[in-house]
């Protein structure tokens, strides 16, 4: 008995953050079938970012024992990943788990970047207790996705997957 | 719990794989990336041979940089600096990887992205010297090159949005967003450092000081540019020069920092580093990124 291999891709996990399925994250662009053989593509959310292989290995070992044994996972940059792709339900699961899910950014203004040259104002609240105020105290987390804040009214650090 | 169930599985599947009889490569990815982009067409008009010398370029830029923002692992000043560092070092690595993927397929004589960065000399590489400077352990040193690079980099990146080459496109798509963080990150240090004590003030503007004269390279339009910018692939790095000037005024300007007047450094007999002219320093690179390919090729562990 095969399953839809739709229905298993939905399934895996993101490595690093094992709280979104790769269908939560937005970085499955395709699944094609064709017999037996199954083509996945996905699209990398940062350029290096060393899930992706994972990702891939993960992929092919489920597809394999939902009794897909010919798999193929392509990966396409093109259109870049954004934060934006991410379902209501990965951010709603994100915030479950602490990591406060990203605002959504829209489409970037034509022409030079502007600099920033202070944390940006936006209002992250604390995944915990709620509160408004909040201070980011790292632009890097341990992962290439998230920054590192702390609510000053719990006083407790939390995650927060940044906007890209 | 449904997630944690998934989140058992996510672990599980890393177990599953490494039980695998799957060697993992002691260097380079050893996988055969099946990307979308790389595999597509030279644009008409092109010269294969130009497109993978662009490439190179592109690409050797950023893995240079990266290597050095690398060395930084364990040596930062704080643990979370150094994440930072080493996060910028991974998305150069990324755009480098995909780049020299691209220039070996296009060039066509079988060398994948692995064999291009730790199979090549020193002549072989394209990359501007800002890149291959060496800290010595300086983090304003650090610092003052990530912003000049990041800069211009991300002004480059922006103009290759409508590239004609797909990867080059693609490659600058994902890559404005990452230098856009790069950019902001080594600003913020530089306000930081130089805005800060008398001390952290003196050392900031000494290292633009040591980096600056390798900022006039950085607009220095090749031949090989020359031709793919006509051709609607590649961007005139000088036109990226009014841009550049104008965020490090900004940032130099809000830092109490001055802007030196050095002397730029070379072209040697009107080469640099875009025809495989470089410092000494390129050597020290290689000798360490390179090691462990060329003791024991193919190795896996």
């Given at each position: 008995m095969v399953s839809d291999p739709r229905a298993v891709v939905a399934e895996v996990v993101d490595p690093?953050?094992?709280?979104?399925t790769l269908d939560d994250l937005g970085v499955i662009r395709g699944v094609d079938t064709d017999g037996e053989r199954v083509t996945v593509t996905i699209t990398p959310t940062?350029?290096?970012?060393?899930?992706l292989e994972v990702m891939r290995d993960d992929l092919r070992a489920r597809l394999a024992a939902a009794g897909y044994a010919r798999v193929e996972v392509r990966t396409v940059l093109s259109p870049p990943w954004s934060?934006?792709?991410?379902s209501e339900d990965g951010r709603r699961k994100l915030a479950e788990h602490g990591v406060a899910p990203p605002d959504r950014v829209g489409p970037r203004d034509a022409g030079p970047v502007p600099l920033?040259?202070?944390?940006?104002?936006a209002v992250v609240r604390c995944?915990?207790?709620?509160?408004?105020a909040t201070e980011e105290?790292?632009?890097?987390?341990?992962?290439?996705?998230t920054a590192l804040r702390r609510c000053t009214a719990c006083r407790e650090p939390f995650e927060h997957m940044k906007e890209h | 719990m449904n997630t944690d169930h998934d989140a058992t599985n996510a672990y599980q599947s890393l177990v599953e794989t490494l039980g695998h009889d799957d060697p993992r490569w002691?260097?380079?990815?050893g996988v055969e990336d099946v990307q979308?982009?790389?595999?597509?067409?030279?644009?008409?008009?092109?010269?294969p041979a130009d497109l993978a010398a662009y490439c190179l370029m592109l690409g050797d830029d950023a893995l240079i940089c990266s290597h050095r923002l690398t060395e930084?692992?364990?040596?930062?000043?704080?643990l979370e600096e150094e994440v930072a560092l080493a996060n910028t070092a991974l998305d150069l690595l990324g755009q480098a990887r995909v780049l020299l993927a691209r220039a070996g397929h296009v060039e066509g004589?079988?060398?994948?992205e692995d064999a291009l960065a730790y199979l090549r000399t020193e002549p072989e590489f394209r990359n501007i010297a800002l890149a291959e400077l060496?800290?010595?352990?300086d983090f304003a040193r650090a610092i003052a090159r990530l912003l000049l690079f990041s800069t211009w980099r991300l002004a480059l990146l922006q103009r290759l949005?409508?590239?004609?080459?797909p990867v080059v496109a693609a490659v600058a798509g994902k890559g404005v967003k990452e230098l856009t963080y790069h950019r902001d990150h080594a600003a913020r240090w530089t306000l930081r450092l130089g805005d800060g004590t008398p001390e952290s003030h003196r050392r900031m503007q000494a290292a633009l000081d040591a980096v600056w004269?390798?900022?006039e390279e950085l607009f220095r339009t090749s031949d090989v540019e020359r031709r793919l910018a006509a051709a609607g692939v590649?961007?005139?790095?000088?036109?990226t020069r009014d841009e550049v000037d104008a965020v490090l005024d900004e940032v130099l300007g809000r830092a109490t920092l001055t802007r030196p007047a050095v002397p730029p450094m070379g072209p040697i007999n009107g080469l640099g580093g875009r025809q495989g002219?470089?410092?000494?320093?390129l050597g020290h690179v290689l000798a360490e990124l390179q090691s462990l390919a060329r003791q024991h090729p193919g190795a896996t562990w």
């Open positions: 690093e953050m094992p709280m979104l940062y350029s290096g970012c060393p899930a934060t934006d792709w991410i920033t040259l202070s944390a940006p104002a995944p915990r207790c709620g509160s408004p105290f790292s632009r890097f987390g341990p992962t290439s996705c | 002691a260097f380079g990815t979308a982009e790389i595999s597509s067409p030279v644009p008409d008009g092109v010269d930084w692992v364990t040596n930062a000043p704080e004589r079988g060398r994948d060496p800290d010595e352990r949005l409508g590239s004609r080459d004269p390798y900022l590649a961007v005139d790095p000088a036109q002219m470089h410092t000494e320093y």
